[in-house]
Structure formats: C-alpha cells, structure tokens
C-alpha cells in the first residue's frame, strides 16, 4: 500500500469529517422519519433533488445566496413534507408499511421526472465567488463551502437535539416513536406528528441541499448519490437516533475519504457496503449502540 | 445567464416544430420516408440524449426545407422519435416499435450498451442501424450487416489520443514525463485507463498512478490529494461531465496546476456549458473526442442555430445531424425507401457524401465502420473550443505546457 | 394438488401460449417478452417477500448472479446455453441461501433484512463493475447465433413461449408450496416467527428454503435476461432496477398470493405503456405519470385483484 504524507492523510481524514457532516445532515432527516414512523422513505433522495432545485432557482432566478435560501426553503419544505405525510402518503397507505414503500417509490418517481420535464436534463451549477475558496490549516487546505458546510450542519443537530428533548412538539415525537398506539390514547394526534416528523426531515433537506449546491451540482438524479450512503449512516448511529446520524456521517465520511485515498474511489465504496453488511450482522442496533 | 437553463416550453416548441415541419413545403406528393431516431431522454443519459435528437431534428429539418430526397419525388423524411430510457431493453423496445411503423433506418442510440441492444433487435428486420456516439469496438466488430458507424470507436479514438499525445509533447520538447489517470469506473474509463498504462511507456511517460472514481461521484478531494502528493506533469481524466467539472473545480481550489489536462472521451471538457460556467477551471484543458469540422461553414451556422435556441454546442449535435445526413445520402443514391437498398447504399458510401460537419476524410465502410473517422484534439482556449490538432483540420494552436 | 388449485393456471397459461397466434407485432411480442422475465423476477421475490413475509430490496444479487454465470459459462467456458441457464439458476439459488444463512442467523428482518439485502446486490455490483473475468464495466457479451440448439431463437414468439413456460412453472411451484408443509410453515413464520417456533418449526430452515427457493426462481429470470439481450453489464444485471421491479409487481397484485406477481407485473408494465402513449412527447412526464397511476393503484386498490380481496378476507 502507498504511504502518503502525514499532511495528506490529515488533510483526507479533515475532508472526510466535512463531507461527513452533510452525510450526516442528509441522514438525519431520514432517521427521524424511520424512528418515528418506522418506514424506510424511498423519497429521500428526490427530495434531495427538489431542495436543490429549490436552491438552485433561487439563486438563478432571485439572486439569493444558497447560504441565505436556508431561510425561505426550510419553512417551504417542513409544509411540503407536512403535506406530502399527511395528504398523500398517510392516506394512500392505509397502514400498511408495503403501501408506504410502494407509495415513497412512487413520490421519488413523480419528483425526478418532474425535474426532469422542468429543467431538463442537464447539469446545473451555481457560481458563487466563495466556491473556490479556501481555510488554510498550516499546510492544508480546505474548501470554505464544506467547512461553512460543517459548521451548519452541527448546528441544525443541536437545534434538533433541544426541539426533540425541550418542547413539548418534540416530546410528542418521542412519545409517538416509543409507543403509538399508547401516545394515541393520552390524545396525542398522532397523524399530526407523524407530518410534522416529515417535515422536519424534509426542511433537513433543504438546509443539506442549500450547503451542497456551492460546491456540487444539481441534476434530476444527484439525490441518489447520497441516499445509498445515507442509509449506511442510519444504519450506523442506529436507526431512529439524531446524535447516531451524525457521528455515522462524520464515521462514514473519514471512511470513504481514507479507503478512497489509499484504495481509489471506487474500491472504497466497497468499504463503505461491507461496514454496512457487517454492522447490520453483528450490530444491527448501530456502532454506537444509540437508540432513540 | 439565461444560457444557463431554459424553460421547459423550449423542449415543447422545439418537439413541435419537428411535427409541423415535415408536412408544409413539399412540391410532389411523394409519400414521406419514416426515419428512427433513438435517444436516451429520460434517465441517466438524458442530457446526452437530447443533444442527440436536436441534432438528428436539426438535419431532418434542413432535408426537409431544402426539397427533401430528390430521387424519392421531394419526399419529406418523417421523425419517429423513441426514447431509450438510458437502458438496453428500452432500446431494443423503441426499435420494435420503430419496425413496426414502418421505419426505413434508425439512428442514435449514444451510449454502447443500448447501440449493442438496438442494433441487434434493428438486425432481425435487416433494418439498418447508424450508431451515433457508441464506441465499444464490439458494437460493428460483430458481424451484424445491418450496423453502421459513422464516428470512430473506442480503438481509433484512444490511438489517436495516445499518438497525438506523443507528437504533443515531441514537439514541445517533451515537458511531461509523469502521468496520473483519473477515470470513471464505466465502460469508457476502464478501458481507456488500461490502455493508458499499456501504452504510454513506450511513449516515454510513466504512469505514476491509475485512480478510478465511480459515476456519480460525490467528492473529487481525494483524488486532488492524491495528485497533490504525485505531482505529476500531465493529468489524463477520462469521465462524464459532472465528475470532470468537481475535479477540475477541486484541482483549482487547491491550487494544483500540472503542466497540462489532456482529456480523453470527456464528458466536459469539450462542452460549452463547462466553459462558460467555469472558466478558470475549463482553460486550457484538452480533450481528445468527436468535434464537428470547425473549417466548414455550415458547422457554424449549425452552431449558431443551435445556440439561438440557448442550448450549448455539444458534439452529440453535429454527430446525430451528420449520421441523419449519411442516411439521406443513402436514400438518394438507393433511389428506393427500401431497407435493403439502403443497407446497400450505404455500404457503399464514399468520398461524394458531403453533407456532413465531422472532420473526416472520405468516407468509406468497412465491416461498417467508417473508417475515415477520427476524433480530433481540443482545447479551451480564450473562453472557446478550438481544435488543435490533427494540424488539417485545426483552428488553434496548442497551448502546451500550460504558462506557469 | 386439486382441479381447483390448476383450473387458474391451466386457463391462464392456454389463453396467455394462444396470443402469438393473434397478435404478431414484434413491439407486442418484445413488450411480452420483457413483462414476462421481469413477472417471473417478480414470482422468485413473492416466494420470500410474499409468503415469508421477508422483504428484500436486494433480489438483484440473484438475477444478477444468474445472468451473469449463464452468460460467463458460455462465453469463458463454452458450456452448453441450456445447461449454462440450468447452472446459472442453481448458482443464484445458492447465493441466495448464502445471504440468507448470513442475514437470518443474525436475525435481521424487517427494514434491516431488506438493508442488507440491498448492500449485498450493490457489493455484487461494484465487484462485477470492477472484475476482469466479468468483462468489467464493458460487460459482456454472447456472441449472436441464432440456433434453437444455441438457446436463440429468430421468433420473438418461441422466445415469448420460453418465458411464458417459465412463468407457468413458477406459478406451478408457488401453488405446490402454498400446499405443502414448507408453505405453511413459511406463512407461520410471517405471521409470528415465536410462536411458529414455539409450535415446534425450524424458523431458520424454513427461511432458507425460502431464500434458496425465491433466489432460484428470479434468477432464472436474470439467466433469460441475458439469453434475450446477449448483453449484460453489472448496472443490468446487479442494478437497483429489477430489485424494484421485483418488489413492486407482488405488491401491488397481492403479496403472498399465486397471481399477485403476475397481476402486478402485467398490470404496471401496461400502466407504464399507456402513461407512455399519452404523455410520450415531454421526457419525463409520462414516468411522472406513471408514479401518479401507482400511488393511485396503492390508494384506491383495484376491487377486481383477487389477490387482494382474498387476503383482505383472510384477516
């Protein structure tokens, strides 16, 4: 095996906890919505898709920074998954978890080639002058974006960290998670808290969507690209618990980012799926045995 | 900025205009000769795909308003669009669909898996098949009578790469000694990267490192650590649009500036969409690949057409035009819309086929493949696309090594 | 087995052998053709998904092991296409025990079976993506020589009986185990694993039978695949693709019903063609059309499935 540089693996295993940190930030939303409603929302991805969208139409088309688009998508997004859980997957499922993955699939289906009617298919970027950037830290040198991106996302996981523990929307999370049927009867609605459980995951999203789109692109498919690893995470941190998303994502990130340095990008995927078959056969509750 | 996306109503329109051209100028009722055109427009593939069919439009059109097949009585040559979906079996389904209305040809395919499935369920009706972009050597070294290509395949394209390098760098007085080959982990990367470590050597450069990357990538950084670390003199990529434009992008944030990108079947380094986007991460990258004829006037008029309808000018276009153009010239010379007349005529296309925009010699097919094809080498020069080489065909000189 | 029990199938595969007869489209036929290898994808993930109530989102591992050893023993070894398709389905059962035994001796079910499931066909993918002996990311292709002897035939028709047969046989096989203790068992196993075991079943056995069984079946979906294209490369054979063709088909006509896959697949593969004729134009519109068909198929349920109503009735 090559041997790099102490300031080159330094540098990957830095690389690794910023992407990571968005990994983790994508992964969120996804272990919410699993924790709570215990499905696995195949819509994740295209949801990704349609944040960036978002943030990409708000930068060409309002001049809004993708920074600042935060601001109005999130709002927009926590109502569209709102609306989406409560008049859309709630009722077409009928209960059943099979019609909830038939349902998901079809959601991702409808967003991607909606995408793909509106803005065609080609590759989209914003231009932005910060994109090139970068925070030198003695011989390294890392890109602004993904630290701006680091910094955020950290923050949204404390943010969710005190609404789920501190109000009482978020103790009525945790009680629907628990116990259903129980949070049921004490009168908790819960049909009302499972879409404000997607809405959270959604308006995750869109924050993840406008950190990546500086230093990424958007296309009808870029949410696939993440949805796969983000499954690895969840499954890693445990699946239904926030601080286990993201210390799977930073986990994740440092992985790919040393397996891809010495083993090639390619390869190193594989690392990441046999992390994945291995924690899932030893330790299905996740590596860091968190639970929500 | 308005270049950068345009509102869905364009694709309408222009889908529109393709119907409501074909009737409208003909002078003799001739019956009209139905013409497939298959491209991936929905999927992975998409954006390829619709470069494809503007340019197969863009030249059904011209045939159209120009009299179309004069020794078919002006008959107007009707588009049957299929939509690939990105995959083999949605292929092999539109060229069915295709057969059965009665097509006389199918053109396109673009990417090789779905040329090798069309092509061969197009070869049951002896229906003939013109591939557009697909160069998997395997697609006319088969033996199907009914498949043509136009454009060069993979083996020509990557000799070429690697003698063009060769003198590139000869005549600079050789600056590059050490390679580093990124790649896509596909078809066209794999490939090309073997090839690369094969051959470079005996060429006097040493491959100092292979680095393959999987479509879609999420992170180019490592691979900019990685040829940080190497510090080689050339870097060769060979990957589809998104993956190059995150490592040239991430090869300009970190301040890494070898002596030269010489691409190989780039995805983005021959797209103007790059360029214009990026600029000081597109200049002076080169890129060996299809490119239309720079010399030709109706390539910039084509240009110009198409730029109009605030599209970029990708080779996918001026490929479908020409192929469309090949098989027009066909029909012509087989005076019948008969498929086994036309299988005929073009087997036997030669220099006198002229209406094509591809930087070619005289065309002529062997086993179906033509074998004047030939990609050629660009760079991004002053915010534009130029070829620089082979020397017949160029509008540039080569910038190499890069300025310091 | 009664009269009762083959009545359906025997009916279904007269009507079904009779329609090359009528209908002589090569479109029809090659949409036929396809509808059927993907519904016979779909009866291998029914036997697990459907009766066993496992749900895997990974049945691309076995079609994809089985299209790529039928097409590797003949190119590589010039094994005989019909015994190459025979070893082809037997190695995809095989993996599929494999998985099977690793997964359910963890005890993985419900969202983590289907997990791993997925993360195994991607592993697949990534190998044969990478993999010489495969053909790598340029994959692989049989040589084209149309023989009834070589396993290729010039009528899109005889291919279309193949695939129907095939098809037959798997209803066969899902009947005979909805009769048989396996089958009993296996349900027990969905229904209430404790209690199954408690009553005395060996829940790990009855799973792997399953597996090796649903494995085998949707991999001689893959091995057909391969014998109608003559082209695989690991996005085909290991893609995400059938692993959601293969789900959705039981699903949608009735999960752990004889029909069901067979109902869903020809049901959503004609959805995708009519949202296709009316929408075709505008890329993407007529697949965002179909997602809409879908939701609406899962919301309101078609009342004349039967799969469904009987189901319905027997909870």
Redesign the interface.
């Known amino acids: 095996m090559r041997s790099f540089p102490i300031e080159i693996v330094g540098e990957a295993v830095l690389n690794g906890l910023l992407t990571g940190a968005i990994y983790g930030l994508v992964a969120l939303g996804l272990t919410l919505v699993y924790g709570v409603l215990h499905i696995i929302n195949f819509a994740h991805g295209a949801l990704l898709t349609l944040a960036m969208y978002g943030a990409f139409v708000a930068w060409h088309t309002f001049g809004l920074d993708p920074y600042l688009a935060i601001l109005p998508l999130v709002p927009l997004f926590f109502a569209l998954g709102y609306g989406v859980q409560r008049f859309i997957i709630g009722p077409a499922s009928r209960g059943q978890d099979s019609n909830i993955l038939l349902v998901t699939l079809g959601l991702s289906i409808i967003i991607e080639n909606v995408m793909l009617a509106v803005f065609r298919s080609d590759t989209l970027s914003v231009q932005v002058d910060y994109a090139m950037e970068v925070v030198e830290l003695g011989p390294m040198l890392l890109g602004y974006p993904r630290v701006v991106g680091f910094c955020v996302a950290f923050l949204v996981a404390l943010l969710l960290f005190v609404l789920l523990t501190m109000t009482d929307t978020g103790r009525a999370i945790r009680a629907v998670a628990k116990e259903r049927t129980g949070a049921a009867l004490v009168g908790i609605n819960v049909g009302h808290v499972y879409a404000v459980t997607f809405g959270i995951g959604a308006a995750c999203l869109a924050v993840a969507a406008c950190l990546l789109l500086p230093f990424f692109y958007v296309n009808p498919r870029v949410g696939n690209a993440f949805v796969l690893v983000a499954f690895t995470i969840v499954v890693l941190g445990g699946m239904g618990s926030v601080p286990g998303a993201l210390l799977g994502g930073l986990f994740i990130g440092v992985v790919e980012s040393l397996s891809g340095l010495y083993l090639g990008d390619s390869l190193g995927q594989l690392g990441i799926f046999l992390i994945f078959i291995l924690v899932l056969l030893f330790r299905p509750t996740g590596l860091f045995g968190a639970k929500a | 900025?308005s270049q950068?996306?345009s509102?869905?109503r364009r694709?309408?329109l222009l889908?529109a205009a393709g119907i409501l051209a074909a009737p409208g100028l003909s002078r003799a009722q001739a019956a009209p000769v139905k013409l497939g055109i298959l491209q991936p427009?929905?999927?992975?593939l998409?954006?390829d795909?619709?470069y494809g069919r503007l340019g197969a439009e863009l030249a059904i059109n011209e045939i159209n308003s120009t009299g179309g097949i004069k020794a078919l009585g002006g008959a107007q040559i009707q588009m049957v669009f299929g939509?690939a979906r990105s995959?083999?079996?949605g292929g092999?389904?539109e060229v069915?669909?295709m057969?059965?209305e009665g097509v006389v040809a199918v053109v396109g395919g673009f990417a090789s898996?779905i040329c090798?499935?069309a092509s061969?369920?197009a070869?049951?009706?002896d229906l003939p098949y013109i591939v557009d972009v697909g160069v998997?050597d395997?697609i006319v070294t088969?033996?199907?009578r009914n498949t043509f290509r136009f454009s060069p395949g993979f083996g020509s394209v990557t000799r070429a790469a690697l003698d063009n390098l060769a003198t590139l760098n000869n005549n600079a007085g050789r600056p590059a000694r050490t390679v580093v080959v990124v790649h896509e982990?596909?078809?066209?990367?794999?490939?090309m990267a073997q090839l690369m470590q094969r051959e470079l050597p005996s060429r006097g450069f040493e491959v100092v490192e292979t680095?393959?990357?999987?479509t879609?990538?999420?992170?180019m950084?490592?691979?900019a650590?990685?040829i940080?670390?190497l510090n080689p003199d050339l870097i060769i990529p060979s990957s589809y649009?998104?993956e190059f434009?995150?490592l040239a992008?991430?090869l300009?944030?970190?301040?890494i500036r070898p002596k030269g990108i010489y691409c190989v079947l780039n995805g983005a380094a021959s797209n103007f969409?790059f360029v214009r986007?990026?600029p000081?991460a597109a200049n002076l990258v080169m890129d060996v690949n299809h490119w239309a004829d720079p010399r030709k006037p109706k390539t910039a008029e084509l240009r110009r057409a198409v730029e109009a309808q605030n599209r970029f000018w990708l080779y996918n276009t001026p490929i479908n035009y020409s192929a469309v153009m090949l098989v027009a010239d066909a029909l012509e010379r087989a005076g019948k819309a008969d498929r086994t007349a036309v299988t005929e005529a073009l087997t036997k296309t030669d220099g006198s086929f002229t209406r094509h925009i591809m930087p070619y010699g005289p065309t002529r097919f062997e086993n179906g493949q033509n074998m004047a094809a030939q990609a050629v080498n660009t760079q991004v020069q002053n915010n534009d696309i130029k070829v620089i080489f082979p020397t017949d065909f160029a509008d540039a000189q080569p910038v190499f090594p890069w300025p310091a | 087995m009664t009269a009762r029990d083959l009545l359906p199938i025997a009916v279904f595969a007269a009507v079904a052998a009779l329609l090359p007869v009528f209908v002589t489209s090569g479109t029809w036929l090659n949409f036929a053709v396809f509808t059927l290898i993907v519904t016979l994808a779909a009866q291998g993930w029914n036997i697990l998904g459907g009766y066993g109530g496992q749900y895997s989102f990974g049945h691309a591992a076995f079609f994809g092991t089985a299209a790529y050893a039928t097409a590797l023993l003949q190119v590589r070894f010039g094994v005989n296409p019909y015994l190459a398709f025979a070893l082809g389905v037997m190695a995809a059962g095989l993996v599929g025990w494999i998985i099977g035994l690793l997964s359910f001796r963890s005890g993985l079910r419900g969202s983590y079976f289907a997990l791993v499931t997925l993360a195994f066909a991607e592993v697949f993918r990534v190998l044969a993506n990478a993999s010489a002996f495969t053909g790598g990311a340029a994959g692989i292709l049989i040589p084209l020589d149309v023989r009834p002897g070589n396993f290729q035939f010039a009528s899109r028709a005889i291919f279309y009986w193949v695939a129907l047969a095939l098809v037959v046989a798997a209803l066969l096989i899902t009947r005979t185990l909805e009769r048989a203790r396996l089958g009993a068992h296996l349900v027990a196993v969905r229904e209430n694993e404790d209690a199954a075991r408690a009553l005395g079943v060996d829940a790990l056995a009855v799973k792997l039978s399953a597996i090796a069984l649903s494995a085998a079946i949707t991999g001689a979906a893959g091995a057909l695949y391969a014998q109608y294209f003559l082209y695989l490369d690991s996005n085909i054979a290991y893609g995400t693709w059938i692993s959601v063709e293969a789900l959705l088909g039981p699903i949608v006509g009735g999960a752990g019903t004889a029909f069901g896959p067979v109902i869903g697949g020809i049901l959503l593969h004609s959805l995708g063609e009519l949202a296709r004729k009316l929408l075709g134009s505008v890329p993407g519109l007529d697949l965002a059309l179909f997602g809409v068909l879908l939701i609406l198929v899962v919301r309101f349920p078609p009342r004349d499935i039967p799969g469904l109503l009987r189901r319905r009735a027997r909870r």
Request: hydrophobic share 35%; glycine share 10%.
């Open positions: 900025m950068v996306f509102p869905s694709a309408l889908g427009v929905t999927g992975a998409a954006q795909g619709e939509d995959t083999p079996e092999t389904a069915e669909r057969n059965s898996p090798l499935a061969q369920a070869a049951r009706y998997a395997a088969r033996g199907l982990d596909g078809l066209f990367g794999s490939g680095i393959s990357h999987p879609p990538a999420r992170d950084s490592n691979i650590l990685r940080r670390s649009y998104a434009v995150l992008r991430t300009q944030q970190r301040r969409r986007e990026f000081d």
